[in-house]
T-cell receptor, first 117, second 110 residues
């Protein structure tokens, strides 16, 4: 089945550091990918829709200058948390719709746990 | 986006028991998805439902797409310790986006 690979799986860094998270679709192309944030014991919260070759669409309340998204190829989207602070610590997950017909289920990466000291 | 109401929020059951959880929405959905999330990992698709009334099984898991298209349930039969995790229902919202239920945390006593 469709596989989405996310890297790194865990990042610990100092406050003020910028962190880049990669999301790759393996063996299929994804013109759209999605980035979620998940706090402990809560559901996934959509942050933004990543569109290949164009600007990302951000959900209300998500700072686009803080969470930079680039979708430069059909298999890779990146999320950069700029000048990260402790309140940005969270679990970040990406997803992509599977290949084939429309309304394919989304497949998720394994997530990135970001811890800002 | 549209929020799905998922219940129960958590369940603590004995190994071997059957489990049932459900999701409801105020809007009609054309697709219902059920995912399981293990700690520290991304959600994994369990079952996808595309037709009202559809009943689909995946091993010990069975899910149904409600006739009204506003609800779905997931059953797990004869639970085992590895069933522990958080189960999410999800439905499409505004094109390819997904909206999620709040999750059902399942804990199994051996």
């Amino acid at each position: 089945g469709a596989v989405v690979s996310q890297h790194p799986s865990w990042v610990i860094c100092k406050s003020g550091t910028s962190v880049k998270i990669e999301c790759r679709s393996l063996d299929f192309q994804a013109t759209t990918m999605f980035w979620y944030r998940q706090f402990p014991k809560q559901s996934l919260m959509l942050m933004a829709t990543s569109n290949e070759g164009s600007k990302a669409t951000y959900e209300q309340g998500v700072e686009k200058d803080k969470f930079l998204i680039n979708h430069a190829s059909l298999t890779l989207s990146t999320l950069t948390v700029t000048s990260a602070h402790p309140e940005d610590s969270s679990f970040y997950i990406c997803s992509a719709p599977g290949p084939g017909r429309s309304n394919q289920p989304q497949h998720f990466g394994d997530g990135t746990r970001l811890s800002i000291l | 986006g549209q929020q799905l109401n998922q219940s129960p929020q958590s369940m603590f059951i004995q190994e071997g028991e059957d489990v049932s959880m459900n999701c409801t929405s105020s809007s009609i959905f054309n697709t219902w998805l059920w995912y399981k999330q293990d700690p520290g990992e991304g959600p994994v698709l369990l079952i996808a439902l595309y037709k009202a009334g559809e009943l689909t099984s995946n091993g010990r898991l069975t899910a149904q797409f409600g006739i009204t298209r506003k609800d779905s349930f997931l059953n797990i039969s004869a639970s085992i310790p590895s069933d522990v995790g958080i189960y999410f229902c999800a439905g499409p919202w505004a094109g390819n986006m997904l909206t999620f239920g709040g999750g059902t945390r399942l804990m199994v006593k051996p």
